[in-house]
């Protein structure tokens, strides 16, 4: 007996659709920030939500959380950026197992010199093609997908200020 679900027609359209429009999207992304900036679009997602925090600082796990991000893979992460000095950790004073990484004056320099170029790269990669009906459109699958499969985490952000989202894309 066969129990498999297969996508219907239009659902393999959008399947392949989907998929074509984020490899693009992320390539190009990840292109630019590596001819500008230097800095891996990984790692740019990482300072972005430091810079979004309450005193640049968030507990590791709610990064990890964050970014959609294992906790091994997010130690690496936050390691290299404390090589570049742009990332401080520090150890969690009511729970030993718990650290901090703060987001420094240089990551934060860092981080506002290479997002003009991010934010230009996105408006033109994902809004400019689009209208606001279909930004909205976008964005409403993209948060039902999200809130089926984020098991708790909270990628969409850490409650910052639009204006402060906008700058830092």
């Known amino acids: 007996m066969d129990h498999t679900r297969w996508l219907d027609e239009d659902e393999q359209k959008t399947w392949r659709a989907f998929l074509a429009a984020t490899r693009l999207v992320f390539d190009r992304v990840e292109r630019q920030m590596s001819q500008d900036s230097g800095i891996p679009q990984t790692y740019y997602e990482l300072l ?35 090589e570049t000095g742009w990332v401080e950790r520090s150890a969690c004073l009511t729970d030993r197992r718990g650290s ?35 930004q909205a459109a976008l964005r409403d699958a993209a948060e039902t997908i999200v809130a089926a499969l984020a098991d708790g985490a909270h990628p969409l952000g850490v409650g910052a200020p639009a204006a402060d989202a906008d700058r830092n894309g």
């Open 100 to 134: 901090f990484a703060r987001l420094t004056d240089e990551g934060m320099a860092a981080l506002e010199a290479a997002a003009p170029g991010h934010v230009e790269t996105v408006r033109t990669a994902v809004f400019d093609p689009l209208t606001r009906e279909q």
């Open 48 to 82: 972005v939500r430091l810079s979004e925090a309450p005193d640049r600082t968030l507990r590791m796990s709610a990064l990890a959380d964050n970014a959609l991000s294992s906790r091994s893979r997010l130690s690496h992460a936050v390691a290299r950026l404390e």
